[in-house]
Each structure stands twice: as structure tokens, then as C-alpha cells.
């Protein structure tokens, strides 16, 4: 239900402007200055584009934004778009110039004359991230016209925006997953997608209820258990890295469907929670990306896939579950249902990998959205080293992240009567509770982070890269982070 763009870099030909349908962007550098395609275009509206970039509103216009012209008398053309963005303008604008295009586009395409900027692909890459839609309509077809970037030299640009095309791809899984409704995207069919990854070079396992339950994942199962939808671990490796090094490991929450079990959630906004298994999405969106570019790293991505559903069969608040750790849980309460599925994911990811670092996400509290809103993702980590690598990747990326505190001050309030630990600890700091319940999952040597992305995953509106729905906020972070770090 996905429609992705298609970009094509061609060599600037400023003779066939007047006859162009569609939308035409051109650049304009600082101080208004006017390449040859704008002055081109210029000479054709009668000197309109160089009154509006002489124009009080141009002048106070931010770099990255744009005059729009409505059919421009000259021009075939439906709307010219004067953007306002310098040669020395930074990724970010670049970016934001290309979606604000991807935004407006439609069935007539768009015609964007970069000149010979050096980063056109940065535009390009931006439009495509914000071209991205998803529905499930079914009276149009929102199919994209073409759109088509005119530069200097389209093969240099061309090859610059290679990898941006194995990016988009992973964020667009991510999007697509996030935005399925359960009732497509069960734990059966998330796993089927998943399997077709192999193609890619992906190694893919599927680790289906009698594995887990021989494996012990108790906490996993538990949650599950109220499900018809069977419950399921998928291990995705990708060994493009030196033979026999231990990997960076990935694991993600996969709640296809979280309704709080038996301590069920209200139903206002409860359709949301299609969205809750938006860490594995993450999980899975970076791993294609991987495979697509050919990663020189060794990643392992795990995901827990299950459903957290109401029935005769359903976990209670009050049962004790036993992990694959083996420590004893008490679940207080069963809509702090993703932890349980991470103490095992965790637990089996480092037992079967002993991975040099491990990074989780998952849309783990509503605490986090409390705390952080909609802007940042909550990062809490046993290690400053990794963290302060993942905060500069987001930075670069554009992606909000913040650091959390997580201190053994905190672990009482998880402490129970009965067993070994309880999956709440009431209202105060309640996405720090819900990390400190994982850490007892992670072990002290190996350096973790865990990102909560409740809020980032499926914001209330659109975003500068994303139309309103899910973001993918993770797969451009984790996708540099390991470029950075794991890589060469
Ligand atoms: N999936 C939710 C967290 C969530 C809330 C994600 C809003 C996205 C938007 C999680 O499983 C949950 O229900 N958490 C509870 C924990 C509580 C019962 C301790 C919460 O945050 O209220
Ligand atoms: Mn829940
Ligand atoms: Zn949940």
C-alpha cells in the first residue's frame, strides 16, 4: 500500500523549460543569486522570478524555504518554486528543500533545477522521505508523476544518491510496517516479510512457540498467550564484516497489537497501538538497509512478535512467569507487556551472539512521551561511550534523542514480594522503571542502549521527512551508527 518514487538525475537543459508540465523548482543561491536556469526562466515569465527573489517575502524567507508562483504566465508549468538555498547550506536544508517538493507532489511531477550544487542528492534523498504515502484507499490512486533533477553532472550525482536509495528503501519497511493494521500485519504475516528478506542475503530464522518454549522465554510467551496469532522470534543476520567477529545486535519490541490484556486499555486511541511492534520495525528497516548496501559489518537483528490480547486464556495481573534468564517475574500488570518481551529477546540475543554491543528500541512507555513529547526518543544506556555515538549519529541524522538517566536508585521501585522483580513501578519515572527492568536483562560487560520511541514512531501529525503517520525515526541513526562505528 506503499508508493514509492522514482528519481531520475539528467544533464541541465534550460531549452525545453517553457514547454514543462508540472512543477519546476529551481535553486537560488544567497543574496538572490540567479543561475542560468533562473535567469532562463526569468527571460520567460517576462522578469516575474527575478521581482519575487527581489521581494520583501523572499528576503525574509529562511534558507530551505521557498516562493511558490501559480501558473506562471510564460511557463506551461503549474507552479514555480523559487527555494532559497545557498551552495554552503547545511545537509538538513538541503533535505528539508527536497521534502518540502515531496510534500507538493503529485500526478504532473516536478522538474528540479539543482545547477551544479554538490549535494543535489541530499534533495533528492529529502523529497523522496516526504514523498512517501500510505493508505488504504481505494476511489484514487495517488501515482506520482515523474520527477526528474537537473544538474551539472548528473553521473557524479547519481552515484552520490546510491546509497540514499538503500536508505530510503529501509525507512519505507520501517513505514510500511508500522503503518499496517493488525489484522494484515499479524505476527504470521510479519514474519512472512521478514522471511522474503533472504533474497537480499539476509540469513533469516524463525523461531516459532515450541522453540521459545524450549528455550524457556516464559516472559515471551506469557504475553502472547491470549493470542490466537502465534507468538514468534525472528533472527535476521547480516555477515558482511570480518569472518568469526562478534556482531552488533539489534533487538526490537514486536507487539503487533497491544490492547493491555487483561488490564485493558480504554478505548479512545486504542487503534493506535497497530503501531506497537514499531521497534522491530525499526530493527527490520535498518537490517534491509544493510543488505541493500552491502554493509561491511556483522549485525544480528532480533525481533519478538506476539499480540497482547484479552481472552480465556490470557495472562492475569498477579501470575509469575519464569524467564529464559531464569529470574521469576511478577506481572502486576499486563499492559507492561513489552518489557517481557524484551527480558527474553535480550537475554537470548546476548546468550547465542555474546554481541560487542547491543541496542534495542521499542515503543516501550507512555511515560516517555510525557517526558520527551513527540521531538526526542528516550536513550538509556549502561554505557556512556555507546550513547554519546548514538546521540551524534541523531544529531547528524536530524533525528531527535535524548539521554535518560538510568541509576540503580531507581531499581526498589521494581522490586516485588514474591519474585525476583515486578514489571511496574507505578506512575513516578515510569519509562526509567521500565529500563531499569530491562538492565537486569542485559549483562554488565556488554555495553547496551535502550531507546524508547513512543513518541517518536508515529507522531500526531506530519513531520519535515514524513506526511503524518509512522516516521521510521531510527533507521538513518542506527544505519550512520554503524557506518561510524562498525564498519571499516
Ligand atoms: N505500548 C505501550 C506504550 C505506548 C503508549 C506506546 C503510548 C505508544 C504510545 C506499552 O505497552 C504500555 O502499555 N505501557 C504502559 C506501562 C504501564 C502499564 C506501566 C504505559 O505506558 O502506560
Ligand atoms: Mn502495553
Ligand atoms: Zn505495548
Redesign the pocket.
Known amino acids: 500500500m506503499t508508493h514509492p518514487v522514482a528519481i531520475r538525475f539528467s544533464e541541465t537543459d534550460i531549452e525545453t523549460l517553457a514547454s514543462r508540465a508540472g512543477r519546476i523548482a529551481v535553486l537560488i543561491g544567497a543574496e538572490g543569486k540567479m543561475g542560468p536556469e533562473a535567469r532562463r526562466l526569468n527571460r520567460l515569465t517576462k522578469g516575474a522570478v527575478a521581482r519575487a527573489v527581489a521581494s520583501e517575502a523572499f528576503g525574509k524567507l529562511k534558507s530551505a524555504e521557498a516562493l511558490v508562483l501559480g501558473w506562471p504566465t510564460g511557463l506551461e508549468a503549474e507552479a514555480l518554486h523559487l527555494v532559497k538555498l545557498d551552495r554552503r547550506a547545511p545537509q538538513e536544508d538541503l533535505r528539508k528543500a527536497g521534502a518540502a517538493l515531496g510534500k507538493a507532489l503529485g500526478e504532473s511531477g516536478v522538474l528540479v533545477l539543482a545547477g551544479n550544487h554538490p549535494r543535489a542528492d541530499e534533495l533528492a534523498f529529502g523529497l523522496a522521505l516526504r514523498a512517501y504515502r500510505f493508505d488504504y484507499h481505494t476511489d484514487e490512486k495517488p501515482v506520482f508523476g515523474a520527477v526528474e533533477v537537473m544538474v551539472g553532472k548528473p553521473e557524479e550525482v547519481a552515484a552520490k544518491a546510491a546509497p540514499h536509495a538503500a536508505l530510503a528503501e529501509g525507512v519505507f519497511f520501517t513505514r510500511d510496517l508500522v503503518n499496517e493494521p493488525a489484522n494484515i500485519l499479524t505476527t504470521d504475516d510479519f514474519a512472512a516479510r521478514l522471511a522474503a528478506m533472504q533474497e537480499l542475503g539476509l540469513e533469516v530464522e524463525i523461531l516459532e512457540e515450541a522453540d521459545l518454549e524450549k528455550l524457556g522465554m516464559r516472559a515471551l510467551l506469557g504475553v502472547g498467550q491470549g493470542s490466537t496469532s502465534p507468538s514468534k522470534v525472528v533472527v535476521m543476520q547480516w555477515n558482511g564484516g570480518p569472518k568469526g567477529e562478534a556482531p552488533f545486535a539489534l533487538v526490537g519490541k514486536g507487539?503487533c497489537f497491544?490492547t493491555?490484556g487483561i488490564?485493558i486499555?480504554p478505548a479512545t486511541g486504542m487503534e493506535?497501538?497497530t503501531?506497537?511492534m514499531g521497534g522491530a520495525g525499526v530493527v527490520s528497516g535498518v537490517m534491509r538497509t544493510l543488505a541493500l548496501r552491502k554493509a561491511k559489518a556483522n549485525v544480528v537483528g532480533i525481533v519478538g512478535l506476539v499480540e497482547n490480547m484479552p481472552d480465556g486464556n490470557a495472562q492475569r495481573p498477579g501470575d509469575i512467569v519464569k524467564s529464559m534468564k531464569g529470574d521469576t517475574i511478577e506481572v502486576i500488570?499486563t499492559?507492561?507487556?513489552?518489557r517481557l518481551v524484551l527480558a527474553d529477546v535480550l537475554w537470548y540475543a546476548q546468550e547465542r551472539f555474546a554481541p560487542k554491543a547491543m541496542v534495542n528500541l521499542a515503543?516501550?512507555?507512555?511515560?516517555v512521551?510525557i517526558a520527551l513529547g513527540h521531538e526526542n526518543a528516550g536513550l538509556f544506556a549502561n554505557d556512556d561511550n555507546l550513547v554519546g555515538d548514538i546521540l551524534k549519529a541523531a544529531k547528524a541524522e536530524g533525528e531527535g534523542a535524548w539521554h535518560m538517566p538510568l541509576q540503580p536508585a531507581y531499581d526498589p521501585l521494581i522490586k516485588s514480594r514474591l519474585a525476583d522483580i515486578k514489571n511496574?513501578g507505578g506512575r513516578p519515572a515510569?519509562s526509567i522503571t521500565a529500563a531499569a527492568f530491562l538492565k537486569r536483562f542485559v549483562k554488565d560487560e556488554v555495553p547496551w542502549c535502550h531507546i524508547d520511541i513512543?513518541g517518536v514512531a508515529l507522531p500526531p501529525g506530519e513531520t519535515t521527512l514524513a506526511p503524518k503517520g509512522a516516521t521510521g525515526w531510527g533507521v538513518l541513526t542506527l544505519d550512520r551508527l554503524i557506518r561510524d562505528k562498525f564498519e571499516g
Open positions: 507487539v497491544d493491555g488490564s486499555k493506535e497501538m503501531m506497537d500488570n499492559d507492561a507487556e513489552g515503543t516501550l512507555t507512555g511515560a512521551i511496574t515510569g513512543a
